[in-house]
């Protein structure tokens, strides 16, 4: 009986933490916190099976559970030199004059990162022309990838890279904060409904993860990466947004707090530069997306 239990809970954790180059076991992979939980009411039940047994893997999967939510973790809560917001609006969204006004106009946010911009409502952004610095707003530019950037700092740089097709590819901006050049990558790739678009998705953070290895000075990268920090395709680097935040999630298809703290996927992440100081990473709601806000700040001065 043992050696079954033992057999069943083994092929949990395996599935969990699999790095099989496949469609379906990155899928099953991504829900890693969900199969961690599912061990731990495994583990439970096995208590009244073998309860030597059962008690060790109630033990090794709530330090599992606790390592992969990020409690053993102490956020870094300094405040920083500058401001970032980014979040996946959804193109239908009707709220996003409000979302503007609520996260930069109104706030002390330096950068706001839109995704899914629908290009159709760029006149929302007409009266912030010459107030703020946009990326996305001209007309021959459009928003590429469905990605708007206006920011309180001037863009002194900016660079559109298409991959295979005009959908994929990437964007790259440098920032100017008082004397210090910061540069980012931007980039949302396809959500991995099919085998196809898993492989674009792919093959796009392949060619990021090249371009990071260029960055220089300080840098950050923001996106909906349609993808989970432990995925063997995510990219090579340690100091991201979602090593900072506890129970850290930003999407869910059901639209709760609940759902977001059980279900949800940290696939919105920023990832920076190792002389780059990441600090107040947090989430919240915001109307008419089923992705939450992603807010951090950066500092320099430890570089």
């Known amino acids: 009986m043992n050696f079954i ?6 092929c949990i954790l395996i599935l969990a933490f699999n790095q099989v180059d496949n469609y379906w076991f990155d899928l099953i992979a991504s829900l890693r916190g969900q199969l ?6 495994f583990a439970m039940a096995c208590v009244h099976k073998a309860k030597k047994f059962g008690a060790v893997c109630v033990v090794f999967s709530t330090v599992l559970i606790f390592h992969h939510y990020n409690y053993f973790n102490q956020a870094d809560s300094q405040p920083g030199d500058i401001k970032i917001a980014q979040a996946n609006v959804h193109y239908s969204n009707p709220y ?12 002390d946010n330096d950068i706001l990162i839109l995704f899914e911009f629908n290009d159709t409502q760029r006149h929302l952004l007409s009266e912030l022309k010459g107030r703020y610095h946009l990326f996305g707003y001209a007309e021959v ?4 990838f469905g990605i708007i950037v206006i920011s309180k700092h001037p863009i002194i740089q900016k660079q559109i890279k298409y991959l295979d097709n005009p959908k ?7 920032f100017l904060f008082k004397d210090t050049v910061v540069s980012t990558i931007l980039l949302h790739p396809p959500s991995p409904r099919n085998q196809l ?8 953070l392949s060619q990021v993860d090249k371009q990071m290895l260029q960055l220089k000075g300080h840098w950050f990268i923001a996106g909906d990466f ?15 947004c979602s090593q900072q935040g506890r129970n850290y999630a930003s999407w869910s298809a059901v639209e709760n707090k609940l759902a977001i703290s059980l279900a949800g996927l940290p696939i919105d992440n920023c990832i920076v530069s190792q002389g780059t100081r990441l600090s107040g990473v947090h989430t919240q709601v915001i109307k008419g997306s089923d992705h939450h806000l992603l807010s951090y700040q ?6």
């Open 5 to 10: 239990l033992f057999t069943l809970y083994s």
């Open 36 to 41: 961690l939980a599912f061990s731990l009411l």
């Open 96 to 107: 996003l004059t409000d979302i503007i006004n609520t996260q930069l106009v109104n706030s």
């Open 141 to 144: 530019e459009g928003a590429p």
């Open 168 to 174: 994929l590819g990437f964007v790259k901006l440098n």
């Open 197 to 204: 678009l898993w492989e674009q998705r792919n093959y796009l």
């Open 226 to 240: 349609n993808t989970v920090p432990w995925s063997r395709y995510f990219l090579n680097h340690n100091n991201s």
């Open 298 to 303: 950066l500092s320099f001065s430890t570089y």
